[in-house]
């Protein structure tokens, strides 16, 4: 989330936090920027105002004191924790897809997920599908307690389009009829 332009999991992070600061102000948040996006934290200033920021320095578990639980929005934890670690694992399309990504790419992301999963007590999922390709693609982590969330859509953002802009979109593009597009 941590960036000047906010995209694709940058987005959903920003909504996620956004969410739980508005529905749920008896948590106490606490937004930890890791190592050299400290320096970017200004891009985070509007989100949950209240939470306080903390520096996430690599090995530094003094920082991580007083915390009932550390969820990771991305496929990375502190090494060291006095909490329960958790995170949440976005897809594993980097891993699956080599078209789209180089090997030593998919060869980094598949160690740092292992890294993950060894120091996690728990991960969450956006879908079945995913857990499921996880579970065959790290099988040692089979016991690790996994749930299924579903993310949200931002009705402000993402609405159905109107027939007069579908038939305008269809006639640019040069569609043919009604189709579906996932």
Not at 14 to 25: D, F, K, S, T
Not at 62 to 73: A, S, T, V
Not at 76 to 86: D, K, M, N, Q, T
Not at 133 to 138: D, G, I, V
Request: charged share 25%; net charge positive; proline share 8%.
């Amino acid at each position: 989330a941590v960036k000047p332009r906010p995209a694709g999991i940058a987005v959903y992070v920003r909504g996620l936090v956004q969410a739980l600061a508005e529905r749920h102000p008896e948590l106490d948040l606490v937004l930890y920027v890791r190592d050299g996006r400290w320096w970017k934290r200004r891009f985070v200033a509007d989100l949950a105002p209240a939470a306080p920021r903390r520096w996430l320095l690599t090995g530094a578990p003094w920082e991580l004191r007083g915390l009932d639980r550390f969820h990771g929005l991305g496929v990375r934890l502190p090494r060291r924790c006095p909490a329960p670690r958790s995170f949440t694992l976005h897809d594993l399309r980097g891993l699956e897809a080599q078209a789209q990504s180089n090997e030593a790419w998919g060869q980094q992301r598949a160690a740092r997920i292992a890294q993950t999963v060894a120091r996690a007590q728990g991960v969450l999922f956006h879908s079945e599908h995913t857990r499921e390709r996880f579970r065959a693609r790290f099988p040692a982590a089979a016991a690790l307690p996994a749930a299924v969330a579903h993310p949200g859509i931002d009705h402000a953002h993402f609405r159905p389009a109107g027939g007069a802009a579908c038939a305008a979109l269809r006639e640019r593009c040069h569609l043919p009829g009604p189709f579906l597009l996932q």
